[in-house]
């Protein structure tokens, strides 16, 4: 006679599977899918318009009052500084603009919660 095949228990299987990191903590929602942003200084930021035409984000390249970066889907988000951005939209942006290919990136406006200032998001997905 054989022996009955063991099914584990659910507590087993749970026990079974590998520990959570607690670093990574919980599923955040990026800026660009959340729709909104807080900026290093604890101002929070509103989408206005996303997924910019490639033209329109050019202008606020120069015109907009910061600019952010969001590296690896946005959890890392890099403030860059003026007198830098048109070498890095030139240089990384623009190559990866909507590509086939990741990473990609796509650029969206927000707006301050006054209204008053603009920033211009570049998020690069991959």
Known sequence: MRKPRHRPTFAEMLASLPARDPVAGPMVPSPATARRLMDGEGGVWTM??????????????A??????????????????AAEQRHRVWA????????????????????????????????????
């Open 63 to 80: 015109k907009a009052d910061l600019m952010i970066v969001g590296r690896a889907g946005g959890s890392d988000p890099v403030p860059i």
């Open 91 to 126: 240089e990384e942006v623009v190559p990866r603009l909507d590509a086939e290919e990741p990473p990609r990136y796509s650029a969206h406006e927000f707006r301050s919660e006054d209204d008053e200032s603009i920033l211009l998001y570049v998020e690069e997905s991959c």
């Open 48 to 61: 206005s318009r996303d997924h910019l035409d490639p033209r329109l984000a050019a202008r606020l390249v």
